[in-house]
């Protein structure tokens, strides 16, 4: 099993680019894809090998890809539609490639202490169950792609977000 968890917003680490600063805008964009989508892109081709016939594969996306949210959006969907790719491509196998989305999730660190009070009752209000995400949410969503169970289910996107995006 494999999963590809690294990435993070990297634009929370760097300065805007200033307005006609092509170069800075290509670099933040290239940061996310590196961190997000290639990261993920080269661990999985590096382990294909070795993996048995029944491995299975999970990436993590965001529900960024679907809202938008600039370089780290459009990363996260990349993330998505390489998957299908995955799935197609190593299904012959046995192995399965499937994509985790998650909104709003209390407990990690993905904002790193700069998501606000009033941001996050307007994230929590957005969702049908009226809470945010924790991260046993995603963890057990991931262990159901990982267990023997899911063996039938592949290429694809699960929402993990209390209806905050519908799979529209």
Same mark, same amino acid.
């Given at each position: !099993? /494999?999963?590809?968890?690294?990435?993070?917003?990297?634009?929370?680490?760097?300065?805007?680019?200033?307005?006609?600063?092509?170069?800075?805008?290509?670099?933040?964009?290239?940061?996310?894809?590196?961190?997000? /989508?290639?990261?993920?892109?080269? !661990?999985?081709?590096?382990?294909?090998?070795?993996?048995?016939?029944?491995?299975?594969?999970?990436?993590?996306?965001?529900?960024?890809?679907?809202?938008?949210?600039?370089?780290?959006?459009?990363?996260?969907?990349?993330?998505?539609?390489?998957?299908?790719?995955?799935?197609?491509?190593?299904?012959?196998?046995?192995?399965?490639?499937?994509?985790?989305?998650?909104?709003?999730?209390?407990?990690?660190?993905?904002?790193?202490?700069?998501?606000?009070?009033?941001?996050?009752?307007?994230?929590?209000?957005?969702?049908?169950?009226?809470?945010?995400?924790?991260?046993?949410?995603?963890?057990?969503?991931?262990?159901?792609?990982?267990?023997?169970?899911?063996?039938?289910?592949?290429?694809?996107?699960?929402?993990?977000?209390?209806?905050?995006?519908?799979?529209?």
């Amino acid at each position: !099993m /494999l999963v590809n968890n690294a990435g993070g917003n990297t634009d929370f680490d760097r300065t805007p680019p200033g307005a006609g600063d092509l170069a800075g805008l290509a670099a933040a964009w290239r940061a996310n894809l590196d961190a997000n /989508l290639l990261s993920a892109v080269l !661990m999985t081709a590096a382990l294909t090998p070795r993996f048995a016939a029944d491995a299975r594969i999970i990436s993590l996306s965001s529900i960024a890809a679907r809202r938008g949210a600039g370089s780290y959006g459009a990363a996260k969907a990349a993330v998505e539609a390489w998957t299908a790719d995955v799935a197609a491509e190593l299904g012959s196998r046995g192995i399965t490639a499937n994509v985790v989305s998650p909104g709003l999730t209390l407990g990690s660190e993905f904002f790193r202490g700069r998501l606000t009070d009033a941001r996050t009752e307007r994230l929590i209000s957005e969702t049908r169950n009226g809470r945010a995400g924790t991260t046993a949410d995603i963890a057990s969503t991931v262990a159901f792609l990982a267990s023997p169970e899911a063996g039938h289910v592949t290429g694809q996107v699960v929402h993990v977000n209390g209806g905050a995006y519908l799979g529209r």
